[in-house]
């Protein structure tokens, strides 16, 4: 199975999205040529409207016209038809030790007993992986399973949640929280909770936990969750992105992608030097923690700026070194 298949074709999935709306109700002309035009390429309405709407010989045939507009001659809606490739890779996912975090045991046997006779594309354990903790997050804990399934609904659903946790001292702490989002570290092997502290339904500060730390969550479903808690954060964004370039030795361009990933960046590839020019836009609550990231990549790895950034960087490994001699 080829990984370029048509059905991943612009045409395909504009025509299916046309056969889905005209199967719930009859869609008109000008709705046709204006979904063309905003999702498909410069021409597409020009060249694929005529042969949608048509009914000779020549055209696609796949709607009929009514008084109220055109109709897909579907009588049932169309199934998402998935290729070879994709059933193998859905396989694949399934045994994932994260994927019982999203899933029960009902619907992890459905999807099993629908793919009994599909191949994994590979086996997760047959793969070892370079640079990354082996003191990840235990997945088949029932109580962190239970946690995450909740922190996972109130992000989802906007709900505010008490947490009962462990500090990194070691210390039990309670509080209520909003939850923003769940973030995964591909290095550390670890979930975080990206939330904000709140008071009587009013936004403390910023906070990230980390989610085998929690040892309860209890979800507040009359709480009022804070609707300016994306404003909050967006407030912490830095003005400057940290700008990079990498030389690809060591394996350089994957590791930098991988452990960077949670990371909005824009990159750009220098085919002359082979190296990659990347600008890391980033948050205040996230600087440590990524100082620390860029200083562990070594020699293969450049900071261009901004200057107060670098400075931090430089500061951090003059104190590394001072350190080094004193043992």
């Given at each position: 199975?080829?990984?370029?298949?048509e059905i991943y074709g612009r045409y395909y999935q504009l025509l299916n999205e046309l056969l889905h709306e005209a199967h719930k109700k009859p869609i008109s002309t000008v709705h046709i040529y204006n979904l063309l035009q905003e999702k498909g390429f410069g021409d597409t309405a020009l060249a694929l409207a005529p042969k949608i709407i048509n009914d000779d010989k020549d055209s696609y045939n796949l709607l009929y016209e009514t008084q109220e507009g055109y109709k897909s001659i579907l009588k049932k809606k169309q199934k998402v038809v998935l290729t070879t490739l994709e059933l193998r890779w859905l396989k694949t996912i399934l045994i994932d030790k994260r994927i019982k975090l999203f899933?029960?045991?009902?619907?992890?046997?459905?999807?099993?007993?629908?793919?009994?006779?599909?191949?994994?594309?590979?086996?997760?354990?047959?793969?070892?992986?370079?640079?990354?903790?082996?003191?990840?997050?235990?997945?088949?804990?029932?109580?962190?399973?239970?946690?995450?399934?909740?922190?996972?609904?109130?992000?989802?659903?906007?709900?505010?949640?008490?947490?009962?946790?462990?500090?990194?001292?070691?210390?039990?702490?309670?509080?209520?929280?909003?939850?923003?989002?769940?973030?995964?570290?591909?290095?550390?092997?670890?979930?975080?909770?990206?939330?904000?502290?709140?008071?009587?339904?009013?936004?403390?500060?910023?906070?990230?936990?980390?989610?085998?730390?929690?040892?309860?969550?209890?979800?507040?479903?009359?709480?009022?969750?804070?609707?300016?808690?994306?404003?909050?954060?967006?407030?912490?964004?830095?003005?400057?992105?940290?700008?990079?370039?990498?030389?690809?030795?060591?394996?350089?361009?994957?590791?930098?992608?991988?452990?960077?990933?949670?990371?909005?960046?824009?990159?750009?590839?220098?085919?002359?030097?082979?190296?990659?020019?990347?600008?890391?836009?980033?948050?205040?609550?996230?600087?440590?923690?990524?100082?620390?990231?860029?200083?562990?990549?070594?020699?293969?790895?450049?900071?261009?700026?901004?200057?107060?950034?670098?400075?931090?960087?430089?500061?951090?490994?003059?104190?590394?070194?001072?350190?080094?001699?004193?043992?």
């Amino acid at each position: 199975m080829s990984v370029f298949s048509e059905i991943y074709g612009r045409y395909y999935q504009l025509l299916n999205e046309l056969l889905h709306e005209a199967h719930k109700k009859p869609i008109s002309t000008v709705h046709i040529y204006n979904l063309l035009q905003e999702k498909g390429f410069g021409d597409t309405a020009l060249a694929l409207a005529p042969k949608i709407i048509n009914d000779d010989k020549d055209s696609y045939n796949l709607l009929y016209e009514t008084q109220e507009g055109y109709k897909s001659i579907l009588k049932k809606k169309q199934k998402v038809v998935l290729t070879t490739l994709e059933l193998r890779w859905l396989k694949t996912i399934l045994i994932d030790k994260r994927i019982k975090l999203f899933f029960n045991e009902e619907e992890m046997k459905i999807m099993e007993n629908r793919l009994s006779d599909v191949d994994e594309l590979f086996n997760p354990d047959d793969i070892i992986s370079i640079n990354q903790a082996n003191d990840g997050d235990p997945y088949d804990d029932p109580n962190y399973i239970d946690n995450f399934r909740r922190l996972l609904y109130c992000v989802n659903n906007k709900k505010c949640m008490t947490i009962i946790y462990k500090n990194s001292q070691g210390v039990i702490k309670k509080a209520s929280y909003a939850g923003y989002r769940l973030e995964y570290s591909v290095k550390d092997d670890k979930f975080r909770l990206n939330a904000v502290l709140i008071n009587r339904s009013k936004i403390v500060f910023h906070s990230k936990i980390n989610v085998a730390r929690i040892i309860k969550v209890a979800i507040l479903e009359k709480s009022k969750y804070p609707s300016e808690i994306a404003e909050f954060i967006y407030a912490h964004r830095m003005s400057e992105p940290i700008e990079i370039i990498i030389k690809n030795k060591r394996n350089g361009f994957e590791r930098v992608f991988v452990h960077l990933s949670n990371y909005e960046r824009d990159s750009e590839y220098d085919e002359e030097t082979n190296t990659c020019r990347i600008k890391i836009h980033y948050y205040d609550f996230d600087e440590t923690e990524l100082i620390i990231q860029l200083i562990a990549f070594g020699p293969i790895l450049k900071v261009v700026g901004p200057e107060s950034f670098k400075k931090k960087i430089i500061d951090r490994i003059n104190r590394q070194m001072e350190l080094f001699k004193l043992q």
